[in-house]
């Protein structure tokens, strides 16, 4: 006697076989994943991880976007300078890009791949007309004897070969320079190009790739691990397949969550499967990947999660992440750029590039916090302390005042009798 399938209809269907991608060993699915490196060992498969990675992502742009929100300066020994062509040229780059996507640009390119390059538009002993940022992904570099001889730009933008002049890399008409800012690398004596922090992470990373791929996949092809449909008799091939494709159609998917099913004839009986311990650390997996990548670069946890967020921490967790990440890739990039253009300037050698933290919120409220406490313990002068909030002095503000009805521990004011030891002049 034929079997009949209760999820077949009418009309006949033919189905249709995909090829798939194979395991997670397979190469092709590595290479369509993460391209042809998914070790970050160079920075086309750093940026890779990058993109595909909300764990590494969220960290790289929350310090990225800090960063680019900071307002350069230049101080000259104690003297605080906001006004000079340098910070003119960063206010604006080029014509297709301000100050905040520049430095938002130079910052991800680092941060992923521990290197940034930019270009600088015009002839040499001059301040450069326009600099552009370029992805490290386009860079590709030639060395002889240990040092690097030229770089060679790939790409639709500033391509061409960079040859080494001295200390700096020119193109061939003499009119762009290419300027590298790297980080230490264990690779070439660390004379080469920089190292990207995900090398060490990369495999953290591809878990938290791979699983989000894998819950992804089960919501889009609407398999359930925790549901079985098993039938009572046997089926040939076709049958099978018809079956499965029926099932796949009538309770597959995320919209159909919640649907009743409806049979007729034969006999099924759908079983729910409980899930094993390592299927339920799923969501354990991730957020453990997601807190090492955030250490990795030095966020807060706090910014990283609500659940480890107070009204209390919050606060301390966005001075941590100006002093932890923020201000460390300030000084790496922003050094950079102040070797390369400050003789273009004329910079004094006791001049740096650095940020004015007084356009910060979260410091500032720190810095107040401790003006006041040093105000309450009574040890420092007026102009000492309106020198820690950037203001000048005024005349006689060096003095510092005591409550004169202060004295000495241990001092008696009164004698056996009674009477004042201390005259009315002395208190």
Known sequence: MAWWNPFSDSKSREIEVKATIGDAGDPIRQFLL???????????????????????????????????????????????????????????????????????????????????????????GKPPLQIYPMTPRNVQHSDSGGFITSFEITGDHFGGVYMRDDSQFWSREGLRSLVQIRNFSLKDNSMYRGRSKLISASDTARQQILGTEHNLSILEKG??????????????????????????????????????????????????????????????AQNLSARILALTYNLPLPLLSLEAATMNNYQSALEALYDDAVTPLSKVI??????????????????????????????????????KMRADLGIE???????????????????????????????????????????????
Do not use: C
């Not at 494709?245 to 159909?256: C, D, L, P, S, W």
């Not at 009986?269 to 390592?278: C, F, G, M, R």
């Not at 950037?390 to 009674?418: M, W």
């Open 334 to 371: 922003y050094g950079g750029i102040e070797r390369s253009l400050g003789q273009r300037f004329k910079l004094p050698d006791n001049a740096r590039l650095t940020y004015d933290e007084e356009k910060i919120p979260a410091l500032v409220r720190r810095r107040n916090e401790q003006v």
């Open 223 to 284: 398999g359930r691990l925790s549901l079985l449909f098993a039938f009572d008799t046997d089926m040939d091939d076709d049958d099978f397949k018809l079956t499965q494709e029926r099932v796949a159609a009538q309770f597959g998917g995320a919209e159909k969550a919640g649907q009743i099913g409806v049979t007729a004839g034969g006999s099924v009986d759908i079983k729910n499967l409980s899930q094993t311990n390592q299927d339920m650390d799923w969501a354990g």
């Open 34 to 124: 993460y391209g042809a490196r998914s070790n970050a060992e160079n920075p086309g498969s750093a940026l890779d991880l990058y993109e595909k990675s909300t764990a590494i992502a969220i960290p790289v742009n929350k310090i990225a976007e800090k960063f680019a929100d900071l307002t350069p300066i230049i101080m000259v020994g104690d003297e605080k300078i906001s006004e000079h062509p340098l910070l003119d040229l960063l206010n604006r780059p080029n014509d297709d890009f301000d100050q905040e996507l520049f430095m938002l640009n130079m910052a991800i390119n680092y941060l992923v791949t521990g290197e940034v390059f930019f270009v600088e538009l015009g002839t040499s």
């Open 381 to 427: 002068s007026d102009n000492e302390l309106r020198n820690m909030i950037g203001r000048e002095n005024y005349q006689g503000g060096d003095q510092i005042y005591k409550a004169s009805n202060l004295l000495p521990v241990g001092t008696d004011l009164f004698d056996d009798d009674g009477e004042s030891i201390v005259g009315d002049d002395e208190i």
